[in-house]
């Protein structure tokens, strides 16, 4: 045994997760940790068709700058796609990815239980 597991540690189970891995699944979540973006997801979950910038910025409490940042970031994460029509964009939700963190959230979850 080494000192660690003699001192007071019980080694871990299992492979880590690999770091680009990783590095998605923390982008994702950040990308769900602020409480405008996750506005913007339920407004475009419950849209039956994608929606135009403006339709998103009217529902927002924020500039017009600060809704595309969160766009942006939405969109940079892999949650949103967007398409441009003319002179405006349209965005829409890609549940893939959605489904991907919940899954990777599900299996942090069921670990926690299997060692608690």
Not at 86 to 98: C, I
Request: glycine share 6%; with cysteine; aromatic share 6%.
């Amino acid at each position: 045994m080494d000192e660690c597991t003699l001192a007071c540690c019980n080694p871990a189970d299992g492979e880590p997760l690999a770091p680009e891995v990783v590095v998605d699944l923390a982008v994702g979540f950040k990308a769900l940790g602020d409480p405008h973006r996750v506005a913007v997801i339920d407004l475009l979950l419950r849209a039956a068709e994608p929606v135009c910038v403006v339709d998103i910025e009217r529902h927002l409490p924020l500039a017009q700058s600060t809704v595309s940042y969160h766009l942006k970031f939405l969109v940079d994460a892999g949650v949103l796609d967007r398409e441009r029509r003319g002179r405006w964009m349209y965005y829409t939700v890609r549940p893939e990815r959605l489904d991907q963190l919940q899954e990777a959230l599900a299996g942090f979850v069921e670990t926690s239980r299997v060692h608690a």
